[in-house]
């Protein structure tokens, strides 16, 4: 089975092409860049390099999210038109799963940075949810976690170092960018999606949407169908 998995929920973008779960090739690019820009200039050029048409591929992964809007809605845009136009698979991974390292030990917390310390948060133990993902404030994460016996932080973690040094003196962080190889691995055994029902997984309503419903009352008639 060959495999093209990626991720565009950040800044970086990453791309890889597996065969089975051997890795090919992979690109990651860490700059800010337009991703419906990039994005398929960077699979193109992988498959190329690798001798390989859009028609060998059987099966595509995608970062659904959480994660930048735009980001999540240029991937999986393009996951699904490559699914119908291939008519092959689609499975949809976590973005938060993706910042996870393989043969990490303990519980792990991905995080990625969503401003005026809050963050998207995830809580695996061998790439196996503990908690649900949620967007939280920094705060409500480090209560979760300051019973485990050990804990890293991988992710965005930068901005949030101070907090888990003073708080969880004894947890490990680590700066990790999207893995699209992992991603593809850790969806091994995931069944395909429904291509008519597959949408982002924000995790969070988009600020206009909220600003919205502050002066309207939530119902059928929500603030997408009003737009």
Known sequence: MKIAA???????????????????????????????????????????????TPKDLDRIVVAEGPGSYTGLRIAVATAKTLAHTLNIELVGMS????????????????????????????FYENAKAVFPEAHLSFDEVLEKVKDAEQVTFVG????????????????S?????????????WAWDKEAASLH??????????????????THQESSDSYIQRL
């Open 6 to 52: 990626f991720d565009t929920s950040s800044k970086a973008l990453t791309l890889a092409i597996l065969e089975d779960e051997t890795l090919l090739a992979q690109m990651t690019l860490n700059i800010k860049k337009n991703h419906s820009i990039t994005l398929m200039p960077a699979i193109d050029f992988l498959m190329a390099s690798l001798d390989l």
């Open 95 to 122: 973005s938060l799963l993706a910042l996870v390292p393989s043969q990490q030990e303990g519980l792990v917390v991905p995080i990625m940075d969503a401003r005026r310390n809050n963050v998207y948060a995830g």
């Open 156 to 171: 965005e973690v930068g901005a949030f170092v101070e907090q888990i040094q003073e708080h969880l003196p004894q947890a």
């Open 173 to 185: 962080y680590q700066e990790t960018l999207p893995n699209a190889a992992n991603l593809a691995l």
């Open 197 to 214: 029902d597959f949408v982002p997984n924000y995790l969070k309503r988009v600020e206009a949407e909220e600003n919205w419903l502050k």
